[in-house]
């Protein structure tokens, strides 16, 4: 009895699998032959658009997908001034300044974990110090 228990257990969980498979096609999930749509293949941009302060734009309204669903591939616009793209580029080079000077041994190791305790010291206080600047 025990062995027929230890045998028969695959058997039923095959089988409930099968029929659990069965049951899926039957299901008929299926897609109108005439709203299937396939969007147009995008390169992706790092791009941002920053709204000039001192002349906003109109609200644009949010463009739609063929499917009804919100498309967000477009260009999208900053709720406030950021990083601008110069500004990024240039702190990508001290970054990479600092990391190579660290690797060919011109600092440091102390003066290498100084100034990445200042950047990240920078890092954590600005989003504080934006946000009390926006609250003015």
């Known amino acids: 009895m025990i062995a027929d228990t230890w ?4 058997t039923r969980t095959l089988h409930g699998l099968a029929m659990l498979g069965f049951l899926a ?3 008929g999930c299926t897609t109108p032959a005439g709203t299937a749509a396939v969007a147009p293949a995008r390169v992706a941009s790092l791009e941002v658009t920053v709204a000039d302060p001192d ?3 109109a609200a644009s309204a949010l463009s739609r997908s063929p ?8 260009s999208l616009t ?3 001034v950021q990083m601008g793209n110069e500004e990024a580029a240039a702190l990508q080079a001290k ?8 690797k060919a041994g011109t600092i440091s190791e102390a003066e290498y974990r100084r100034r990445l305790i200042a950047l990240r010291k920078l890092a954590v206080e600005h989003g504080a110090d934006v946000q009390a600047q926006i609250a003015k």
């Open 7 to 10: 045998v028969m257990a695959p």
């Open 25 to 27: 096609g039957l299901s």
């Open 55 to 57: 002349a906003p734009a």
């Open 67 to 74: 499917d009804g669903y919100p498309d967000f591939s477009g």
């Open 78 to 80: 900053a709720a406030n």
């Open 95 to 102: 970054l990479s300044a600092l990391g190579a000077a660290r």
